[in-house]
């Protein structure tokens, strides 16, 4: 989401240092049908700050209703270049895609914070006896931390089926690294992010 908030960004001191600079809290819910996986509906609250900024813009434009679906279509859009910040791995550790057809997406405003929520859905839905999958979200330069802040942030509505939240094992040598960058520089490794990222595993009974 880096892309649509460049204007956002710029608002953090240029002498403020350390990776990450803005913060978005994540929700998801495993869409499922007929013992598949078809899916994962995200729910991405942004920090108050990019919040502040996107509803100042929407409060002071003379048509408020253009204006949020603007910036919807452009934080989906973003959201699709990227590959929704996300990929899911199954137990051979392959990726699996997403489409590029979201749906169900929007934004609303709660305690002064967006909520952007979309649907997305795996261009090869999985037989929930494939599992265990595993889900990571995250900004490849770190620039833009993302995060689930309790295992309730993650659900599943198939009994047979479990589903949790396990933090990164992080160095500190990685850490200081993370530390020492600036809001103006870009990691060399482009896979700083997912060295922080959290993992989503999801595990179920067989389905036989």
Excluded at 36 to 60: H, P
Excluded at 69 to 98: C, V
Aim: glycine residues 2%; negative net charge.
């Amino acid at each position: 989401m880096k892309s649509l908030f460049t204007l956002l960004f710029s608002l953090f001191s240029l002498n403020v240092l350390a990776h990450p600079h803005a913060f978005v809290d994540l929700k998801t819910q495993a869409l499922t049908e007929n013992q598949t996986l078809k899916g994962f509906r995200m729910s991405w609250t942004l920090d108050e700050i990019a919040s502040s900024t996107l509803i100042y813009e929407m409060q002071s434009s003379p048509d408020p209703d253009k204006t949020k679906q603007d910036l919807t279509q452009e934080m989906i859009d973003t959201a699709k270049k990227d590959h929704y910040f996300s990929y899911l791995y199954n137990q051979k550790s392959n990726l699996i895609p997403f489409t590029e057809t979201p749906s169900d997406y929007g934004f609303v405003v709660e305690n002064n914070r967006i909520i952007f929520s979309m649907n997305v859905y795996l261009s090869e839905p999985q037989k929930l006896s494939t599992v265990p999958i595993t889900l990571m979200s995250y900004e490849p330069t770190y620039y833009m931390a993302m995060e689930y802040n309790y295992q309730s942030d993650v659900s599943i509505d198939d009994k047979k089926c479990e589903i949790k939240v396990v933090q990164p094992k992080v160095d500190d040598t990685l850490k200081l690294y993370a530390s020492s960058l600036d809001k103006d520089q870009t990691p060399e490794d482009q896979s700083l992010g997912r060295a922080f990222a959290q993992k989503v595993e999801m595990k179920c009974k067989n389905q036989n």
